[in-house]
């Protein structure tokens, strides 16, 4: 199986700032207080993914899944070790990341289409697809800054699940569309896994994991604690216990 995805020792690296303004840094120097810290958001991580793989990305708030995903998207990069992928990536990043606020939502949809790659003709040629895909009405001619954050991930997705790619990641937490788009998503992403894409999916939803991924990495603090099948993966997690574990919000769970 081919390698689509290499991750080698990737580390990220932020720095926490505890004070916002210039006054406040002074005072916390003069009184020998520390006025910023560095933590690594993603430490010392390795894996591959082979082509056709579907894999799931787990873990707590702040566990570093959306830190691993923007390195693996190219949006970052890591501060040491390496993060290698093979083809053409396209998905669910950033809801709205580079949408021109006075534009249109067509408008937009060409923009964001030419971003990801897509040629002119490509995009006319997908271009009634991805409208009716989006479903938002007369509201596709009306500038994007009187969208709700809902309309633009509608759009965003609309026009990520329509580029030809190798790789399609998604990040869950900005599928903040409604549930009839969350079920039309779910279906786009098992066409789009059966098509033998590589998926590379963060998610909460032990529901969704189960249903799109065959594989399963869980973050803790940064740091990868486990790589293997998804069952196993949301056990280590606690996902599955208690009255609100298995959840049906997820993009590609069953409603
Ligand atoms: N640009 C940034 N600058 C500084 N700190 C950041 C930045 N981006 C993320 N972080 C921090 O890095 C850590 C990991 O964040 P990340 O968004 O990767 O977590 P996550 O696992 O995706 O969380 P969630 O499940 O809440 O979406 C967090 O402590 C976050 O505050």
């Known amino acids: ?23 406040q840094i002074a005072l916390a120097r003069a009184r020998g207080q520390k006025t910023h810290d560095r933590f690594n958001a993603v430490e010392d991580v390795s894996f591959t993914v082979g082509r ?8 707590l708030n702040g566990s570093g899944k959306s830190t691993l995903l923007k ?13 290698l992928t093979r083809g053409r990536i396209a998905g669910l990043i950033a809801t709205g990341a580079g949408f021109q606020p006075q534009m249109s939502g067509r408008d ?4 964001n289409a030419a971003i990801l790659g897509m040629s002119e003709a490509e995009t ?31 759009l965003g997705f609309a026009v990520a699940i329509h ?4 790789i399609f990641i998604a990040d869950e937490a900005l599928a903040v569309g409604d549930r009839p788009f969350k079920r039309k998503c779910k279906q786009r992403m098992r066409e789009i896994r059966e098509n033998g894409t590589t998926i590379f999916f963060v998610s909460h939803s032990p529901g969704a ?9 869980v973050l803790e603090k940064g740091k990868l604690t486990f790589d293997g099948g998804v069952d196993q993966g949301i056990k ?18 069953e409603d």
Not at 52 to 59: A, P
Not at 108 to 111: E, I, Q, R, S
Not at 236 to 253: A, F, P, Q, T
């Open 1 to 23: 199986m081919a390698t689509y995805i290499e991750v080698e020792n990737a580390t990220k690296t932020f720095t926490m700032q505890y004070h916002r303004s210039i006054k």
């Open 52 to 59: 056709g793989e579907s894999v799931g990305v787990m873990g």
């Open 124 to 154: 006319r040629r997908k271009l009634d697809d991805i409208i009716e895909f989006a479903d938002l009405g007369k509201f596709i001619d009306t500038p994007v800054v009187y969208y709700s954050s809902g309309m633009k991930s509608r």
């Open 163 to 166: 580029v030809e790619s190798d």
């Open 108 to 111: 937009n949809l060409w923009l």
């Open 209 to 217: 994991v189960r249903q799109l991924c065959d594989r399963v990495l």
């Open 71 to 83: 390195m693996i998207s190219g949006v970052m990069q890591p501060d040491s070790g390496s993060v």
């Open 236 to 253: 280590v997690l606690h996902y599955d216990e208690g009255e609100d574990g298995d959840d049906d919000e997820g993009l590609g769970s």
